[in-house]
């Protein structure tokens, strides 16, 4: 299942992401891919230790604390801190692949589970050709390209790529998270119960269905969650 997170990103951050991105020093982006990957993989990568992806990562990241929306949709435990790249001139494309199942952060040696995976759009749809995100969901490739400081949550064992960028450049962020609740049906049946609830709630107030639906909720979430 795909969930579109709409402005994750506010104008004032996702400007200043802009900024950082328009002067910072891009490296090859097989640098952080598998071995497979890397022969498909022609882009071009912030470097994880420079200062402007450091600040980067700290907008996406407090971001992302601030959305209810990724929340309900991820219920994340441990994100795998965020990357940057840029898709332009030759280094233009990322072809079929899949994200490894574990990340490991070269810094911290922290172990991420990769449960989904997002992708965080920093350009408009108009500033660049192509470029779009094709996840292949079982019958056809999904493409997928969103106006910038949008998000797009995918499963991570879903054979995606990104198609040629003719016009243009295409700046992202994107990153790999391990949730607490790993089986992705159930992580789908709480979405959908938490909107419900926030529907019902809207609708007729914290009656008593509500109060009722709330505590399946969390029960379900104490069967289901790793902490």
């Known amino acids: 299942?795909?969930?579109?997170?709409?402005?994750?990103?506010?104008?004032?951050r996702l400007a200043r992401c802009r900024q950082l991105l328009d002067t910072a020093q891009w490296a090859d982006g097989r640098l952080t891919a598998g071995?497979?990957?890397a022969k498909v993989k022609h882009n071009r990568q912030l470097p994880e230790d420079g200062a402007e992806a450091r600040e980067l990562r700290a907008i996406v990241l407090e971001a992302l604390s601030k959305s209810a929306l990724f929340f309900a949709a991820a219920l994340p435990k441990r994100i795998y801190p965020p990357l940057?790249?840029?898709?332009?001139?030759?280094?233009?494309?990322?072809?079929?692949?899949?994200?490894?199942?574990?990340?490991?952060?070269?810094?911290?040696?922290?172990?991420?589970?990769?449960d989904l995976s997002f992708t965080l759009f920093l350009a408009e749809p108009d500033e660049y050709?192509?470029?779009?995100?094709?996840?292949?969901?079982?019958?056809?490739?999904?493409?997928?390209?969103?106006p910038a400081g949008d998000l797009i949550l995918y499963p991570s064992y879903s054979v995606h790529r990104v198609e040629p960028v003719t016009r243009g450049a295409r700046l992202a962020c994107f990153s790999w998270l391990e949730s607490m609740v790993r089986e992705p049906q159930q992580r789908e049946l709480l979405f959908e119960l938490d909107m419900s609830i926030l529907a019902h709630r809207e609708q007729h107030g914290d009656d008593?269905?509500?109060?009722?639906?709330?505590?399946?909720?969390?029960?379900?979430?104490?069967?289901?969650?790793?902490?």
């Open 1 to 12: 299942m795909l969930f579109h997170i709409p402005k994750v990103l506010d104008a004032g």
């Open 129 to 146: 050709d192509g470029g779009e995100l094709v996840i292949e969901d079982g019958f056809a490739g999904r493409p997928v390209k969103l």
């Open 208 to 227: 008593d269905v509500s109060v009722r639906l709330t505590s399946c909720y969390h029960n379900l979430m104490r069967m289901w969650t790793d902490v």
């Open 84 to 114: 940057f790249n840029r898709y332009g001139g030759e280094a233009n494309a990322f072809g079929n692949h899949v994200d490894n199942a574990i990340r490991t952060h070269p810094a911290s040696a922290q172990h991420v589970r990769t």
């Open 35 to 37: 071995t497979q990957a």
